[in-house]
C-alpha cells in the first residue's frame, strides 16, 4: 500500500513502516477538532507528568491527585496513570478548550504521536479512521521521523530508556502488603517525584542505600537527573527492607 496515495483511504486498517508516508494534518477549520480530545484513554508517562505538573505550577502529588487516575497494568501489576476527563456528557480531557489544548507546548507523549500510533518493530498505523479523524483526509505528507520531529517527541525515548527496564529488575513477591509497599514505591519513584524528592533527602535513604556525594549533587536540583535516578534505582538497587525503613522515617512522622 502507498499510504500517499490521494486515492487511499486511510484508517485504523492502514499500517506502514517508518520510511512509509502517511497524509495527516490537523486544524482548527477541520469539523473534529478536539473530537480525538474526548472519551479516549490518555496515558501518561513519568516524562509526562514532570513537564504537564510544571507547566501548570502544581506538585506532581497535587498533579496527579486532581487530574490522573491510577490503573494496575497488565502483566506487570504495577500501577500506570491516566489523565481522568471530565465528569460531563463530553468526557473531555480537562486540558482541551475551544481554541485547543491548553498546555500544548507540555503534552503527553501519545498527544503528539496522535493518530499515529506504534503496533510493533517498525509497524505504525492510525488509532483513528477518517470518519472520526479528519485530519486523516488532508494531503500533508509525512514520515514517522518526520512527524516525531515536527511534534518534539525526539527526546522521549533517551530520557526514558531506564524506565522500561524497571519491571525486569524489580519483582514483586506473592505477599500482598510487600507487594503493596513495592508498588507504591514505584508510583512515587516513577511519578510522583516530589515526594520521592521527600524519600531521598528527608531521611536516611543517602546513607542506608550509599549513594555517592557525586550522584547527590547531580540529583538535588535537577528532576531530570532525580527522575532518571529513580528508574536506575528501581531497576538495579532496590532493597525491599531498606526501603521500607526510609518509608517509615520519611511519611510515618
Wanted: charged content about 30%; glycine content about 8%.
Amino acid at each position: 500500500m502507498i499510504i500517499g496515495r490521494k486515492s487511499t483511504v486511510q484508517g485504523r486498517h492502514t499500517e506502514f513502516t517508518g520510511d512509509g508516508r502517511f497524509r495527516f494534518l490537523c486544524h482548527s477549520k477541520l469539523e473534529c477538532f478536539n473530537r480525538c480530545c474526548r472519551d479516549i484513554n490518555i496515558f501518561l508517562s513519568p516524562y509526562d507528568v514532570l513537564r504537564m505538573s510544571k507547566k501548570l505550577g502544581l506538585s506532581t502529588s497535587v498533579f496527579l491527585e486532581r487530574y490522573t487516575t491510577r490503573l494496575q497494568a497488565r502483566g506487570t501489576g504495577f500501577p500506570v496513570v491516566l489523565i481522568k476527563m471530565r465528569d460531563d456528557a463530553g468526557l473531555a480531557c480537562p486540558f482541551v478548550t475551544g481554541q485547543g489544548c491548553s498546555i500544548y507546548e507540555e503534552r503527553p507523549w501519545s498527544c503528539r504521536m496522535a493518530p499515529v500510533e506504534i503496533r510493533g518493530e517498525n509497524r505504525y498505523g492510525f488509532a483513528f479512521d477518517s470518519d472520526h479523524c479528519r485530519g486523516l483526509l488532508e494531503e500533508k505528507e509525512w514520515t514517522v521521523e518526520e512527524w516525531m520531529k515536527n511534534q518534539g517527541n525526539e527526546g522521549y525515548a533517551e530520557l526514558e530508556s531506564g524506565f522500561e527496564e524497571i519491571p525486569a529488575g524489580l519483582k514483586l513477591t506473592g505477599l500482598p502488603s510487600l507487594d503493596q509497599h513495592i508498588m507504591e514505591m514505584f508510583f512515587i519513584t516513577c511519578y510522583d517525584l516530589d515526594k520521592f524528592r521527600r524519600y531521598v533527602f528527608d531521611g536516611s535513604f543517602i546513607k542506608i542505600f550509599d549513594i555517592s556525594s557525586e550522584t547527590v549533587e547531580k540529583i538535588k536540583n535537577d528532576d531530570l537527573e532525580l527522575l532518571k535516578f529513580g528508574f536506575r534505582w528501581l531497576a538495579s538497587g532496590f532493597d525491599l527492607r531498606k526501603s521500607i525503613t526510609v518509608r517509615d522515617e520519611v511519611f510515618d512522622n
